[in-house]
């Protein structure tokens, strides 16, 4: 039997698909990653010396790792919070990166490290507090919260674009941005969720079936950090490999919705195997190849958060705790790409994701 694990009736559409909530905390999260982002390369890594390239990549992976980590314990301390703490929470996330921002305009090493530790907080903190609501206001939807997922990658490489402007014309656009969405926050609408208290009732099969959501989550963290295409040198066609990453998020959780998650896990991942042997030369593949590989984003969120539905901000950190774990073999330097590499990635990964999805059923989850 089914359960329904969010409800928002002020917020959703004839067919109940949260639009305001999705919208909002969408363009929330764009503007909350590319205000951490241009923080941290604008001018947190060349105060601490770090000016190339390379030393930037490593800079932004190492200050991912940090927000993403801090997601888990953020997301079980939102789950004993309850509703009201969501939206307050995202309201406190916006204001501390809005100080961190501000912080850094000042002199000295002191405020250097307040601005680290407030943009990494904050942005561990929104992504927890909105990404709860919208799987609250969600039902059985896995849409919304591809949705909302999808835009943090624009903020990303938008942010890491902004770093090379002038900082001080930039920190007052990124401060006058926050405090609009903090007003975006606060027109969301009421908070209309069931809630019946903090819940985990997991068995041997449900912690199996987290386990492999998990390690599914850090093949794609690890797939993403290696997708270095030999045609993404040039500027159009690394613009549209960002657009497949985002429209791939975003539409893994559609095509979700209407085929189920299991239909689209194997269709996606399977055919994004093949195209993964010829990306290396052949760009429309290799976009092809990206945009089906991030279908399975939407499909592994959802499917935690249905597996702990009264404890949707731990299944949130357990995917972004994940996402930290792939990320790491990259900071360490180790580092192995190609298309075959990547072929066994996605072959692995709907391997995984499959035995995960199955298990759900058979363990009588909501999927």
Known sequence: MARHFGNAKPDVARDGFPLRVTGIYATCHLVVDLACVTTMLGVVAPTLGVSDMLGRAAAIVAYDMLAFCLQLPIGALLDML??????????????????????????????????????????????????????????????????????????????????????????????????????????????????????????????????????????????????????????????????????????????SDRLGASATAVLSLGAAAPLFLLS??????????????NFTMAITLTALARLMPEARGLAFGVASFSLAIGALPVLLGFVVTGPQVLCGLSLASLVLLASALLLSHWGQSPM
């Open 82 to 255: 309850g509703p009201r703490g969501w939206r307050g929470g995202a309201l406190v996330s916006l204001a501390m990166v809005a100080a961190g921002v501000w912080c850094v305009r000042l002199v000295g090493n002191a405020p250097l490290v307040a601005a680290l530790v407030l943009v990494a907080v904050g942005n561990a903190l929104f992504h927890c507090a909105g990404g709860e609501e919208v799987l609250a206001a969600s039902g059985e939807r896995a849409a919304p919260s591809g949705i909302f997922i999808s835009t943090g990658a624009i903020g990303v490489v938008v942010g890491g674009m902004a770093a090379w402007n002038t900082w001080a014309g930039v920190s007052v656009a990124l401060v006058a941005a926050l405090a609009v969405c903090a007003l975006l926050v606060l027109a969301a609408g009421p908070l209309a969720y069931e809630w019946r208290g903090l819940s985990l009732e997991l068995g041997p099969v449900g912690w199996l079936t987290v386990v492999l959501l998990a390690a599914t989550v850090v093949l794609r963290a690890y797939a993403g950090a290696v997708m270095t295409y030999p045609w993404k040198v040039d500027a159009g066609l690394a613009w549209c490999a960002l657009a497949a990453v985002v429209g791939g998020k975003a539409a893994g959780g559609v095509v």
């Open 280 to 293: 290396w030369e052949n760009a429309a593949a290799g976009l092809g190849a990206t945009f089906l590989f």
